[in-house]
């Protein structure tokens, strides 16, 4: 028996829903209403980088703790992405100079 000593790049279907215990089909429903992101190569096979592991556990913890349907999933998914985009931005804006500090005394 071998065992590989690093992950691979890309992990196939099978090798994806049993790295996440779940079943294929529900990967296939997934990529289909683009909460999970696969390319595929000239065969028509899909392929998963490993940022979808990442992503596939996001999507069972909102699962569990919000009962959310899986179309809605995309949903929240985008908006959480959304906000943190914003507030990565407002985070990196420098602040406006001139004015008095909130804080000032006189």
């Known amino acids: 028996m071998t065992y590989s000593l690093a992950r691979p790049e890309r992990l196939d279907i099978e090798s994806f829903a049993r790295a996440t215990g779940t079943h ?5 429903r997934l990529v289909v209403l683009g909460v999970l992101d ?3 190569d000239a065969a028509g096979r899909m392929w998963f980088s490993a940022s979808q592991l990442l992503a596939m556990a996001r999507i069972q913890r909102l699962r569990a703790g919000f009962a959310l349907n ?13 906000i943190a985009e914003l507030e990565t931005a407002v985070r990196d804006l420098s602040p406006i100079t001139g004015g008095p ?3 000032s005394t006189s």
């Open 24 to 28: 294929p089909e529900l990967v296939r």
């Open 101 to 103: 500090k909130w804080t």
């Open 70 to 82: 899986y179309a809605a999933l995309g949903l929240v998914v985008d908006l959480l992405d959304r």
């Open 38 to 40: 696969a390319q595929r």
